[in-house]
């Protein structure tokens, strides 16, 4: 059973471009969570996801950032017109039920670099 | 809100001894779990470790085991044996129950010395 995938590993934009930021989650799993780590910082809930919706974006900033879940396919975090401050790692999670008090599995993170 | 403070940025240990780890945290939930997560060079989250608040009894795996004072909201992970391999960045992360959110703290750098 493959873990949680995310591609790219790594990703260059230069100011002003988009980034797509694609997250596979376990077999099983339908629930996918993204998380963002500025260096030298803990990882921040950006957004929870399943299947056609948004459960909670509280952690996302209203501009520029948006995720989706679709039926089929990866969960999708894109970020607009990127800028230097959006340098970091994206981490996605994924659970097989509403991870309250149970484990979320990491995929091993987008790192995004902004020129 | 939950608010987790590890207060080591940096921890050394020689192979083969202990070292622990400190978490405290501030929450007004009664019910909520807590998470030791490791990161290694590959920046991979790994789960070490899981209490449930509810437990008094400290929870253990393998090499691995917390010290959870409730009342304190303190919850240090001792790691026993230390191997090379331990060497990552540290992570603690309440969650609250009824929730998905984890609230992770800055981390520590752990270095284990051959």
């Known amino acids: 059973n493959a873990g949680v995938m995310q591609n790219p590993r790594h990703l260059v934009r230069r100011r002003g471009q988009e980034a797509r930021l694609r997250c596979s989650p376990m077999k099983g799993h339908s629930h996918v969570y993204w998380y963002r780590q500025l260096p030298e910082e803990g990882l921040k809930f950006m957004v929870y996801?399943?299947?056609?919706?948004?459960?909670?974006e509280s952690g996302m900033p209203k501009e520029r950032f948006s995720a989706e879940f679709p039926k089929e396919g990866p969960s999708i975090l894109r970020i607009q017109q990127v800028v230097r401050g959006d340098s970091a790692a994206y981490f996605c999670a994924s659970s097989p039920i509403l991870a309250g008090g149970n484990e979320q599995f990491f995929g091993p993170g987008t790192r995004l670099t902004v020129l | 809100a939950q608010t987790v403070t590890q207060s080591q940025p940096e921890m050394s240990v020689q192979e083969a001894e202990t070292v622990t780890l400190s978490c405290t945290y501030d929450?007004?939930?009664?019910?909520?779990?807590l998470f030791w997560y490791k990161q290694p060079p590959s920046r991979q989250m790994i789960l070490v470790i899981r209490?449930?608040?509810?437990?008094?009894q400290n929870a253990t795996e393998n090499r691995f085991s917390v010290n959870f004072q409730k009342a304190a909201k303190s919850f240090s992970l001792k790691i026993s044996d230390s191997q090379l391999g331990d060497a990552a960045m540290y992570f603690c992360?309440?969650?609250?129950?009824?929730?998905?959110?984890?609230?992770f703290g800055t981390g520590t750098r752990l270095k284990v010395l051959a």
């Open positions: 929450t007004s939930e009664s019910d909520y779990y």
């Open positions: 996801l399943q299947k056609e919706n948004i459960i909670d």
């Open positions: 992360a309440p969650q609250s129950a009824g929730t998905y959110k984890y609230i």
């Open positions: 209490q449930e608040a509810y437990k008094q």
